[in-house]
């Protein structure tokens, strides 16, 4: 036995010797960055797992060349791009080059147009390089953008610019494992607007004189005023919260090229030093405008110039959305001058423009302003600095976008399609036409060809479309002129039409919505030209669409489990976009306390799935001493029962539950409750009653994400405290 512990201690040994002299080795043997041969630029990028501390926190966080953010790729019009991707990880990347135009298989979606880099392997990306602009580069593998793997690509135009000029590459960063983001979206949680100190509750609403706007929304079944999904531990601008370039003097000029590669932050970028002229957006020229400010939907890019008035330190800010967090870069040396923080939203005024447009049934009103090109920010309402200022600040819409030569399409056919933009903000579903990409088939289009697409946005979300390997005219009012673009944000209730022409000769082309985790959950659509041929990449084109459709069909476990004095109650729930199983418990201290038990499995239906036909099973038992009846007058089986039942849940007004069932016995049963009426920022209250003549009512007080003081009355169960996991 000796012996043999010995033997494997050696080889563990040696395996773990081996090991450490591969990963020296390929440290040793990096090849270099960057080489050139006439116009081949050929490019080394490897990835890497790693851990950060950007706020006092460790973190997972994935680098390229050790560094986050990935090093910006510089490239001249006319160049041949040859990237070789080295994934140094045990999990497999990839690479989506935005806003490029090249073929097919280069533009690195795995498994639609391009094989995976499989963990410690390399992969060769080969292009030419036919345009020039602002672009970047991120993994478009489920969540690794939100951990750091997107960069910067500059393609400069053949004859030399004058002017110096920085790359802005702007982000979001959270501790969390961006899986548990993702998940925790699933289940409506509000600890991000808690840590946003944004949950709009009751408390609040009285103090603002808004109860009635209050209670109009959850009457219309809505959720709290969300301005932005995810709460964010840092902003970060070149990969730091503030970037200094201190070289620029005064009347200096100076192109900043500034990219969104956040995975969900909206950002609103002002300059201490005065207007700012925007000269290209989405890659492409515009001719130049000025503004005070202008938002950056999430992937998009501009180009601004700048001009340091004088001598000192200039803040470029960029803010989030919901101002929650802002990052710098500062321009100059010298005395600092800011940019002035953005103030608080207005959330209740937010909240109540939101009612106005809401019906009962879920869908949108407009009101008739046919809102659209942002010319209209429904949010207006929520900046103080217009609502309570008479400051005339010249805020950039597309609409003000006119391209510097004409972009009209060729003399061909037209296609005209019509896209409705739809979610369910309670269970975070992010759909087109209410259809997920992995329930809608592809859209098959024609080698020259036009497509024209009419956007209509009938949610209460922003969403940044972004079309692959295509730009698209945005019809803005400026004709021949219209700006081209690779992205469009469609605000709420806005209607917009882009068309492109169908140039490419083959493939699968996505078109989806840019935040990464509405994108997962489904909203977007393939274009696929007819007469594609094969894809070398993907030998099994079957097998490979079907990881491209698993990523909207992946299920999600939620909980929330009380352990109290008098026993402990929960539910568990596993779900995805359409289906749901759920486990509710109550399990008393004593025989007399007994339990319970119910399992359901249900098919989410409708716009806004407040419906959910179910089939399943309830099993308890209890002591007793007498029978009891129900409401409808049947004898009562609260206390003991083993049924197969059958029914459905649906969301009333104010977010009550309602649950109508009949049992393999006979016996009816109506049931009503809700878990999470928001009393203050942490405070909840919940009930449940039913016509077994069974209730609950209880509180319980939100501590962590994940942890919470509870106490409650249960009607058979009798009243105790304790904590309740909330996952």
Known sequence: MKQAYSILTALFMYTSSFAQHNANKDVLTREAFVTSNGHKV???LYVTDTIVNYTGKKAKAIAINGTITAPTLHFTEGDTAEIHVHNQMHMETSIHWHGLILPNEQDGVPYLTTAPVKGHSTHIFRFPIVQHGTYWYHSHTMLQEQSGMYGAIVIHKKETGTLPEEVVLLSDWTNENPNQVERSLHYATDWYAIKKKATQNYLQAIKENKLGVKITNEWKRMLAMDVSDVYYDALFTNGKINEERKEYKAV?????????GSSSTYFWVQFAGGKMSVVANDG?????????????????????????????SYELLATAEDRTRSTSLWLGSGIKHAAGAMPRLKYFEGMKMMNDMMNMDGTMNDM????????????????????????????????????????????????????????????????????????????????????RIILTNNSMMRHPMHLHGHFFRTLNGQGEYSPLKTVLDIMPMETDTIEFHASEKYGDWYFHCHILYHMMSGMGRIFTYENTPPNPQLPDPQKALRKVYRDDRRFFLGAQIGLESNGSDGEIMYSNTRWMFQNEWRLGLTEAKGFENEFHVGRLLGRNQWLMPYIGFDWRYRSHSEAEKNLFGQVSTKDKRGVICFGFQYVLPMLVRADARIDTDGRLRLQLGREDIPVS????????????KEYMTGFRYIATKYISLSTHYDSDMGIGGGITITY
């Open 681 to 692: 920022s942490r405070l909840r209250f919940n009930f449940m009653v039913n016509s077994d």
């Open 368 to 451: 008739g302003m046919n809102m659209s090109l942002q010319q209209m920010d429904m949010n207006t309402v929520m900046y103080p600095e217009i609502v309570d200022s008479n400051k005339n600040i010249v805020t950039l819409n597309y609409a003000m976008l006119k391209a510097p030569q004409k972009t009209t399409l060729p003399e061909r056919p037209v296609r005209e399609l019509k896209f409705e933009l739809t979610g369910n903000m309670t269970r975070y579903v992010w759909t087109l036409d209410k259809k997920t990409i992995s329930e809608s088939d592809k859209i098959l289009i024609k080698q020259g060809e036009n497509i």
């Open 252 to 260: 200096d000029k100076v192109r900043l090229r500034i990219i969104n």
């Open 42 to 44: 050929v490019y080394h």
């Open 284 to 312: 492409a020229e515009v001719e130049p405008v000025e503004v005070d400010r202008f938002i950056v939907g999430v992937s998009e890019t501009y180009d601004v110039i700048i001009t340091i008035p004088a001598e000192g």
